[in-house]
């Protein structure tokens, strides 16, 4: 049989041979040349991976160009060199009232940059000096400073040195945060490198001058010149300048308008820095005095307002960057912002807190309390605290029932609820029967809020909520026609906002809005009621202050609002409006603890009542005519000096005493849930079974 060898075979065959034959003709003669030993000792190239090593090394160096190429492109995006000329903390902005009244001021004190070519030399020497002597000769970096910096920190006398360049300072608080950590000190020195590259060593040291913090919130060397000395960089003796040179080290510490010996102590080191540069000679250094203070501008306006930490940040969104102090008209009216501290000053609300926020129908916030003392604490209840807002949810589960069809005389049944896991009650357990929507409403009937909750469902409630602005998320469940779920005062108050002017939603703000055009009016501006749907609204509320939970809220001009009282007694609200005025009214402890004899009918109304009647013309209630006397004829007696009120509601529990000028003393109370009432007048005493409705009940739970 015939075999076909392969071609691999052939080859294999041949070069045995040639071997055996190499191996033969060695071994015969010896002296000839032998080529092919000398092929097999040569040295073969050693493999990584199946690559030779100048492979790798080549594509290691592309690699690394590659990553530096990145890394700048990176940098040119996060660290922008246009950065470092602007200042490193958010300048000052004054806060004016509407009337130009100063009210607040708030930011760093900063001012123009410097030219360093402008400034005397002795200044520049003193910086560089003491925190980079060798800045005009390295590239970012000083291996030097390092070494000395570690070598101090190990062997040295226990104080920390950092070793960092000018540059590096200025990449560190103008493109990095505060955090020690190799990472950001590699970035740092990366940073530094790049600005080395893009900037001259004057414009470097110009942007780090006009940037570092000297303390007392300045920050700047022209700002620190002026607020020290009271002049320009320009002009600063050497006695000045190396005080000024010390501060950077440690400006908190160091500030001489609060520790002027450790200023002086820092400013004569600074001094023996600048005669071992030979900045100047030993000679100068000792005939320099200490620098006197110059300090001239004393800050009298408070950086810090309840209404002001909420408006800077709005006015930071309105200004532009850049190093001039900025003065800002608000929408705050100064004489309502006086009347409602003077209203809430004397509200007695004993341990407790209190907040009021007033704003026009169209969300301009003219008065703003956060608290009883700003001092005491900065906290904002108006915009920082979401609290139960009670009854005065209300208004969006009676504005979803009027959206589904019904009307202020559509009836709902005010009886016990039996059925179901949640059985709310009604204030004093008391129970009407059925009811048209207007008389729940004035009464605060919390089961009929439950039932209209549930018929329109409730997520045609959270819609209407969310519709006139509440922006706070919200539980769905029954309890939610209640107010359970948190809302600020501030956002609570802008959705009765919405329903005074008829435009929604409205969002509160501290500063005059442009007009919109009417292509942008067309397409994105407010909404508003049909007006049957805006009159079905006022007439619900108007009836609440009228006949209802918010009578202590009456003035002598058409005024509408709601009561609310949290579970348990925990917050009691009222919020309303009358004429162009809505004004929100929350008292409530921090702590969240029951108030004691404190409902939303009561002391929030008396409190609303109060600053409106002195916010608006002709608002207070008429005082009565007086009954004319006739002349004691023992001589004339001097009269009390008692206010003529034609209403003085007072809570006492679930109480209720009114004085009525001219009429006597009335008080509402109940006995086991019997309702009746008690007259005290000229004719005696008298006490008869309170009319259905008469005296408003606590706001519901």
């Known amino acids: 049989m015939l075999f076909r060898r392969s071609s691999s075979d052939k080859n294999t065959d041949v070069d045995s041979r040639l071997a055996a034959f190499d191996d033969n003709h060695a071994q015969r003669f010896p002296d000839d040349p032998q080529p ?22 080549r594509r290691t160096v592309a690699g690394l160009i590659a990553m530096f190429v990145l890394l700048l492109l990176w940098l040119a995006v996060t660290a922008p060199l246009s950065k470092s000329l602007q200042p490193i ?10 009337d130009g009244t100063p009210i607040a001021r708030n930011g760093a004190i900063v001012d123009r940059p410097v030219d360093v070519t402008q400034l005397p030399p002795h200044v520049v020497q003193a910086f560089l000096s003491i925190e980079d002597r060798r800045f005009y000769s390295h590239w970012g970096i000083d291996p030097r400073g390092l070494a000395r910096a570690a070598w101090s920190n190990a062997f040295g006398s226990g104080i920390t040195q950092g070793g960092s360049t000018i540059t590096q300072q200025l990449a560190k608080f103008t493109f990095l945060t505060p955090e020690r950590s190799l990472t950001r000190k590699a970035r740092e020195m990366l940073i530094a490198f790049w600005l080395e590259g893009r900037l001259t060593k004057d414009e470097i040291l110009g942007r780090y001058l006009s940037n570092v913090y000297f303390g007392d919130n300045v920050y700047g060397l022209r700002a620190a010149s002026l607020h020290y000395f009271y002049r320009q960089p320009e002009r600063l003796t050497l006695s000045q300048s190396v005080m000024l040179a010390g501060l950077v080290q440690a400006p908190s510490r160091l500030a001489p308008t609060k520790n002027p010996e450790r200023a002086a102590k820092r400013a004569k080191l600074v001094l023996r820095a600048m005669v071992a540069n030979k900045a100047i000679t030993q000679a100068k250094a000792d005939a320099t005095p200490v620098a006197r203070l110059d300090v001239r501008v004393r800050e009298t306006l408070p950086t810090g307002t309840y209404f002001a930490d909420w408006a800077i940040p709005q006015a930071r969104l309105l200004t532009e960057s850049g190093y001039s102090d900025v003065r800002i008209t608000t929408t705050l009216d100064a004489r309502l912002q006086n009347i409602a501290r003077k209203v809430v000053a004397r509200a007695g609300v ?35 605290a979401k609290r139960q807002p009670g ?58 809020a439950v039932r209209l909750y549930q018929k329109v469902d409730g997520k045609e409630v959270e819609q209407a909520a969310q519709d ?50 009417w292509i942008e009016w067309l397409f994105s501006g407010p909404r508003s009621f049909s007006g049957r749907m805006h009159r079905m609204l006022l007439d619900l509320l108007g009836a609440s202050v009228k006949q209802g939970t918010g009578r202590a809220a009456r003035l002598s001009i058409p005024a509408y609002g709601k009561t609310g009282t949290s579970q348990d007694n925990r917050d009691a609200l009222f919020v309303g409006f009358a004429a162009n005025l809505v004004v929100g009214v929350w008292i409530g402890n921090d702590d969240n603890s029951p108030l004691r004899g404190i409902n939303g009918g009561g002391l929030p109304a ?52 009114r004085v009525d000028q001219g009429q006597g003393v009335t008080v509402n109370t109940d006995v086991n849930g019997v309702p009746f009432e008690v007259t005290l007048d000229r004719d005696g005493a008298s006490i008869q079974p309170a009319p259905s409705g008469e005296r408003p009940a606590p706001d519901p739970r």
């Open 36 to 57: 092919w030993n000398d092929a097999a000792s040569a040295p073969t190239k050693r493999l990584f991976l199946g690559k030779t090593r100048w492979w790798w090394f």
């Open 89 to 98: 903390a958010p300048p000052r902005i004054t806060l004016l009232a509407s």
């Open 350 to 384: 004993g341990n407790a807190q209190i907040a009021l926020v007033a704003m026009r129908p169209n969300g301009e916030v003219v008065a703003m309390v956060g608290g009883k003392s700003y001092k005491q604490s900065a906290f904002n209840r108006a915009t920082q």
């Open 391 to 448: 009854s005065t949810f209300k208004l969006f589960v009676y504005l979803a029932a009027l959206r589904s069809g019904m009307t202020p005389q559509s009836m709902i049944a005010d009886t016990p609820i039996n059925e179901g896991s949640y059985r709310p009650k009604n204030s004093g357990l008391r129970y009407r029967g059925d009811i048209t929507l207007e008389q729940a409403f004035a009464q605060s009937s919390n089961v009929a």
């Open 468 to 517: 006139l602005g509440i922006r706070s998320p919200l539980t769905l469940d029954p309890s939610l026609a209640l107010g359970s779920s948190g809302v600020t005062l501030l956002e609570l108050t802008a959705a009765y906002a919405g329903v005074s002017g008829n435009q929604w939603p409205v969002e509160p703000h501290a500063f005059k809005q442009e007009e919109q055009g």
């Open 606 to 657: 008396r409190i609303w009542r109060d600053f409106m009647s002195q916010s608006i013309r002709n608002a207070a209630p008429v005082n009565r005519p007086k009954t004319p006397e006739a002349p004691d004829p023992e001589g004339p007696i001097e009269p009390l000096d008692l206010l003529e009120l034609q209403e003085l509601p007072i809570d006492i529990g679930n109480s209720e005493i």
